[in-house]
C-alpha cells in the first residue's frame, strides 16, 4: 500500500510509518530534555532562586550534562535480585510512553496515525506502565523499593478510573459532522475531538471533568501532591532506589515524556488543540506554523500548572489518595457521564452541561473542605508491642 | 486508622531502617520501624551518632572557654544555649549584670527563639512533602537574622557572645535600626508560611489528628516547651519562673488544644510573632550603660556549691547543673537537654500510625540531634 | 481547595520577585568589619617586625589546644643595637585551623595586641587537600597583615 508523506507521493506505508516514528522520536528527545530544564528553572524561581547557571548560556546545557553523567555511571544490579525483572522493568515503563505518542495530533493531520479508537489505545497503552512500576520494585530486592513499587501500583490503579471516565464523558459529547451536514455525537478519534471544538473548546462544557482530569494526570504521573511513591523525604527514589546511569535514566525520560503526553492530550481534549482559535486557516502555510503555536502554548500552561502545584503544595498520604479517588473523584464523575447521558438522550440545550459542570465544580470543594475541617475522629491506636531491651 | 484484615492469614511484620543518613531525620539520627502494612507496631529509636563529649570537655575548660562549646551543644539556638551557662556561673558568682546587658541578652534570644521556629518550618514544610518552597523561604529569613548576628558578634551560628556578667563587647552602633529591618523581614516570613502552609487542606490532611499526645502524657514524659504547650499545657518556663526581664514585658503564652503535629506547627508559628512583639518591648527599654560590671576579674573563680538553672529554649527546658568545688573549671557540668526528654514520647505518639505519619511526628518534635547527644 | 489555591497564590507572589540567590565565587557578600573567621598575627609596620613576642598568654587561653608558640631572643633588641621595645619575639608560632573554633579568646587575652580575627574572604576560603595543610606556620600567618591587606578589628 502506498500513501503520500510531506507532498511526495507513492511511499510505502511502512516506510512512511517509520520515517514518522523517527521524528516523533527525535523530537521527544530534544523536548524532554527541554522540559527538564524548564522544570528546574521555573522551580527555582518559584522558590526564589536561580535555577541552573553554569553549564552554558544561562544553564541550558544542563540537561546534556546530567545525560552524560548518568551515561557514564556504573551500571549496577543487587546481587539477589531477579535478573530478568530488574532489567526488565525500565523498558516496560519507557515504551509505553512512546506508543502513546502514536495518536497525538500536532497539527492538522500531522501525526503517526489517525485510529478511530484514538483515545481507547491511549489509555490500554499507558495502563502498562504500571506493570513496570511493580517489577522495578519487587526485582530490586529492597524493602524501601518494594514498599514505593506496591505504592505506585495501588495508586497507579485507583486514577486509572478517574482519568478514563473524564475522557469517556468529553468523547461522548463531540459533534462529528457526518457527510449531509448531518452531526452524530461520540467520537474517540482524536482528530475529530479537536475538529468538534473550532468553535469553543471543551473546558467550557465540562469543567469539571477538566478539573478532575487534572488532577487524575498528577496521580498517573506520580507528581506532588501524588508522589508518595517516590517521596524524596520518606521512601528515597521509591521503586527506583536501586537503578542506576542509563536505566535510572530511562525512568526519569519516562517521566517526562509521560508528562509531555499529558499535555498534549490535555491541550488536544479539552482545550481545542490546534482547531480554537485557529481552525479555520487550516490549510495555508501560517496556518499550520500557527496551529503549532497555539498547541505549544497550551501544552505549556499545562507543564506550568503542574509545576506550580508541585511547588506549593504537601503530599498526600497513600490512604487518603486513595479514599479520595475511590470516593470522591469516581462517583462525581458517573453523575457527570450520567448527566451528559441524560443532555444527548433528551436532546436538551447544551448549556446544562456548563451549569451542572460548575455545581460540581462547587461540589468538590465542599467535599474537600468537610473532609478535612471536620475529619472523622480515628479509632484509638493499640498498644505498643512489648519491644525488645535495645 | 488501624487495619484488621477480614480474614485471618499469616503475615509477618517487616523492618524498615530509616537510617543515619535520610534526608529527613534532623541530624544524625535512627529508628527501627516494625510495620504491618503500611502501619507501625513498633519503633525503636538509636541515638549517639552526634556524641562528642561536651560535658567532660568542660570540665577541663574554665568559664570563659566552656562557652564555646555550650554554643555546639544547640546549634541553632545557641544564644539560649550560652545564656543558661553564663547565668549559672553569674549565681554561684553571685555576679549581679548591667541592665543594658540584660536587655540585650533578652533581644538576642528572642530573635535567636525566631530564627530557629523558622528553621522548623523549613524543615518541617520538606517533611510533609513540599519540595523546597518552604525550605527556601525559612533560610531567606534566616539569612537576614544570622546577617544580623554577624555584624553584632563576628559569628553567623556560633557566637561566644555572652561572658559571665554580661556580654563579651558592645553591640555595634546601628542596632536598632538593624533589629527594626530583622522583625519588618521576619514578620513578611511568617505571612509567606502562613499562607503557604496552614490553610493548605492537604497539609491539615496529613497533620490534623496525627501523632497525639495528651496533656497528662506529656507532663510524664517530662516534655517541655512548644511540644508540650500544644498539649495544652499553659507552662513557660518565662513566666512561671521569670529570669532575666521576662517579668517586665508582656507576652503571652500560646496554647493549642489536641496535640496533634498541626498543634505544634501552629504553636510555633504563633511564637515566632509574639518573639517580634517581646524584642519590640525591648527595644523600647533599651538604655545606654555598661555592658560589663565594674570589677570583674581577669578569671573566675568560684566558690563551693552547686546550681541548676533552666531556661526556655525554643526546644523547650533546657537547664544546665553546675557543681563547683572551687577554682576556675566546674567540676561537673551536666546539660539538661530538652530535646532528649521531648524524643521519648515519640514512641507513644507513632504507633498505630502509619509510615509517612511517622516522619511527620518527628519532625513536628522539632529536635537537633547535638542537643540529644551532646 | 480554597487553600490549596492559597498556597498558590503565595507560591506565585514569590515568583514575581527578585531572586535572592549571590552568585559565589564571581560575586562575594561585603564582610561586615566584626566578622570572625581564623586568627592572623600583625605586623608592626613602623619597625618591621610582628607584635607577638611569645608570650603564651593565647596558647594557655585557647580551649581547644590549637597553638604552639615558641618564643627567642629578640636580635632587633635596643640592647643589641636595634630599634625595637620587644625583648622577646616570636620564633616559631603554629596554628591548627582545623581544630581552632575561633572563639576569639586569644584575641581577648592578648597583652600585645597581636592577634586579630581575619575579617577578610581571605579566611574564610582555606579549603585545602590535605589535612596537613591546615596547619599555618608563622609566615602563613604574618602575611596577610605584612601585605596591608588587613583591617583588623579588635574589640576594646
Known amino acids: ?390 | 486508622m488501624v487495619v484488621e484484615p477480614a480474614v485471618e492469614f499469616e503475615t509477618q511484620d517487616l523492618l524498615i531502617n530509616v537510617g543515619p543518613q535520610h534526608p529527613s531525620t534532623h541530624g544524625v539520627f535512627r529508628m527501627v520501624l516494625e510495620i504491618d502494612g503500611e502501619v507501625v507496631r513498633d519503633l525503636v529509636p538509636y541515638i549517639g551518632y552526634l556524641h562528642r563529649g561536651a560535658e567532660k570537655l568542660c570540665e577541663n575548660n574554665d568559664f570563659r572557654q566552656g562557652i564555646g562549646y555550650m554554643d555546639r551543644t544547640e546549634y541553632l539556638a545557641a544564644h539560649n544555649a550560652e545564656l543558661s551557662y553564663v547565668m549559672a556561673v553569674e549565681k554561684l558568682a553571685d555576679i549581679e549584670v548591667p541592665e543594658r546587658a540584660q536587655w540585650i541578652r533578652m533581644i538576642l534570644c528572642e530573635l535567636n527563639r525566631i530564627s530557629s521556629h523558622f528553621m522548623f518550618l523549613g524543615a518541617f514544610g520538606v517533611d510533609v512533602g513540599v519540595f523546597g518552597t518552604p525550605f527556601i523561604y525559612a533560610w531567606r529569613e534566616r539569612e537576614t537574622i544570622i546577617d544580623l548576628f554577624e555584624e553584632i558578634s563576628g559569628d553567623r551560628m556560633m557566637y561566644a557572645y555572652f561572658r559571665a556578667g554580661g556580654l563579651a563587647w558592645e553591640v555595634p552602633a546601628n542596632f536598632r535600626e538593624r533589629v527594626g529591618e530583622v522583625l519588618k523581614s521576619a514578620r513578611q516570613g511568617v505571612k509567606d508560611f502562613d499562607g503557604l502552609l496552614t490553610e493548605n487542606e492537604i497539609f491539615l490532611a496529613r497533620t490534623k489528628n496525627v501523632g497525639i499526645i495528651s496533656a497528662e502524657d506529656a507532663i510524664e514524659i517530662g516534655m517541655s516547651g512548644p511540644s508540650l504547650r500544644a498539649s495544652g499545657v499553659p507552662l513557660d518556663l518565662r513566666k512561671t519562673e521569670p529570669y532575666l526581664y521576662y517579668d517586665q514585658i508582656d507576652f503571652e503564652v500560646i496554647t493549642a488544644e489536641g496535640g496533634d503535629v498541626f498543634d505544634r506547627y501552629w504553636v510555633r508559628m504563633q511564637e515566632i510573632l509574639q518573639s517580634i512583639s517581646i524584642v519590640e518591648q525591648c527595644l523600647e527599654r533599651l538604655e545606654d550603660g555598661p555592658i560589663m560590671p565594674e570589677k570583674m576579674p581577669r578569671m573566675l573563680r568560684l566558690p563551693e556549691g552547686e546550681v541548676y538553672i533552666r531556661t526556655e529554649a525554643p526546644r523547650g527546658e533546657y537547664g544546665i547543673y553546675m557543681v563547683s568545688k572551687g577554682g576556675n573549671k566546674p567540676y561537673r557540668l551536666k546539660v539538661r537537654s530538652a530535646c532528649l526528654s521531648n524524643l521519648q514520647a515519640l514512641k507513644q505518639m507513632s504507633v498505630g500510625q502509619y509510615v509517612a505519619d511517622a516522619i511527620i511526628i518527628l519532625g513536628s518534635i522539632d529536635i537537633v540531634l547535638s542537643e540529644v547527644d551532646r | 481547595m480554597k487553600g490549596i489555591l492559597k498556597s498558590m497564590m503565595v507560591t506565585a507572589s514569590t515568583f514575581m520577585r527578585k531572586p535572592v540567590t549571590r552568585e559565589y565565587p564571581e560575586r562575594h557578600r561585603e564582610l561586615p568589619e566584626r566578622d570572625r573567621a581564623f586568627p592572623l598575627l600583625l605586623w608592626d609596620q613602623d619597625i618591621d617586625e610582628p607584635f607577638c613576642t611569645g608570650c603564651h598568654a593565647c596558647e594557655r587561653a585557647c580551649p581547644v589546644e590549637c597553638m604552639t608558640v615558641i618564643m627567642k631572643d629578640n636580635p632587633n633588641h635596643s640592647s643589641q643595637g636595634g630599634d625595637s621595645k620587644r625583648r622577646k619575639i616570636i620564633d616559631k608560632f603554629y596554628i591548627d585551623y582545623a581544630r581552632c573554633m575561633r572563639c576569639n579568646i586569644c584575641v581577648e587575652v592578648c597583652n600585645f595586641e597581636a592577634i586579630a580575627m581575619n575579617n577578610t574572604w581571605q579566611g574564610h576560603e582555606t579549603s585545602v587537600y590535605d589535612r596537613a595543610d591546615l596547619v599555618m606556620d608563622l609566615p602563613q600567618l604574618l602575611a596577610q597583615s605584612k601585605a596591608k591587606q588587613l583591617q583588623e578589628w579588635v574589640a576594646e
Open chain 1, 1 to 390: 500500500m502506498n500513501t503520500e508523506i510531506f507532498g511526495i507521493e507513492n511511499v510505502n506505508v511502512w516506510l512512511d510509518a517509520l520515517i514518522r516514528v523517527l521524528i516523533i522520536v527525535g523530537f521527544m528527545t530534544v523536548v524532554v530534555m527541554a522540559l527538564i530544564y524548564a522544570e528546574r528553572k521555573i522551580l527555582a524561581r518559584f522558590q526564589q532562586r536561580l535555577g541552573p547557571t553554569r553549564t552554558g548560556p544561562v544553564g541550558t546545557l544542563q540537561s546534556i550534562a546530567d545525560a552524560l553523567k548518568l551515561i557514564g555511571k556504573e551500571d549496577l544490579r543487587p546481587r539477589n535480585a531477579d535478573p530478568w525483572t530488574f532489567e526488565l522493568a525500565p523498558f516496560l515503563v519507557f515504551i509505553p510512553v512512546f506508543l502513546g505518542f502514536v495518536i497525538v495530533p500536532f497539527v492538522l493531520d500531522w501525526q503517526i496515525r489517525v485510529l478511530e479508537l484514538g483515545l481507547l489505545y491511549f489509555v490500554a497503552v499507558s495502563g502498562v506502565n504500571i506493570v513496570g512500576w511493580i517489577m522495578a520494585g519487587w526485582g530490586s530486592d529492597n524493602r524501601y523499593a518494594m514498599i514505593g513499587g506496591m505504592r505506585a501500583a495501588a495508586q497507579g490503579i485507583s486514577y486509572e478510573l478517574p482519568l478514563v471516565l473524564s475522557l469517556v464523558a468529553v468523547a461522548m459529547i463531540v459533534e462529528v459532522p457526518v457527510g449531509d451536514g448531518e452531526l452524530l455525537r461520540g467520537s474517540l478519534n482524536l482528530n475529530e475531538i479537536i475538529a468538534a471544538q473550532h468553535e469553543v473548546p471543551n473546558l467550557v462544557w465540562q469543567p469539571l471533568v477538566m478539573i478532575v482530569f487534572i488532577i487524575a494526570a498528577l496521580a498517573e504521573l506520580n507528581r506532588t501532591p501524588f508522589d508518595i511513591p517516590v517521596g524524596e523525604s520518606e521512601v528515597v527514589g521509591g521503586p527506583f532506589v536501586e537503578y542506576s546511569g542509563i536505566r535510572w535514566s530511562m525512568f526519569f525520560l519516562a517521566e517526562y515524556a509521560a508528562l509531555l503526553i499529558m499535555s498534549l492530550i490535555f491541550a488536544a481534549v479539552f482545550l481545542g488543540g490546534w482547531a480554537w482559535p485557529f481552525g479555520i486557516w487550516m490549510d495555508e502555510a501560517p496556518g499550520r506554523w500557527l496551529q503549532a503555536i497555539a498547541v505549544a502554548i497550551k501544552s505549556g500552561a499545562f507543564f506550568f500548572l503542574i509545576i506550580w502545584i508541585r511547588a506549593s503544595v504537601p503530599r498526600l498520604r497513600i490512604d487518603q489518595l486513595m479514599s479520595f479517588s475511590w470516593k470522591v473523584l469516581l462517583p462525581l464523575m458517573l453523575a457527570q457521564v450520567l448527566v451528559n447521558g441524560l443532555v444527548l438522550v433528551y436532546d436538551w440545550p447544551e448549556i446544562i452541561l456548563t451549569a451542572v459542570g460548575l455545581v460540581g465544580v462547587v461540589a468538590l470543594f465542599v467535599i474537600v473542605d468537610r473532609a478535612v475541617r471536620h475529619p472523622r475522629p480515628r479509632p484509638a491506636p493499640v498498644a505498643p508491642l512489648q519491644s525488645e531491651a535495645v
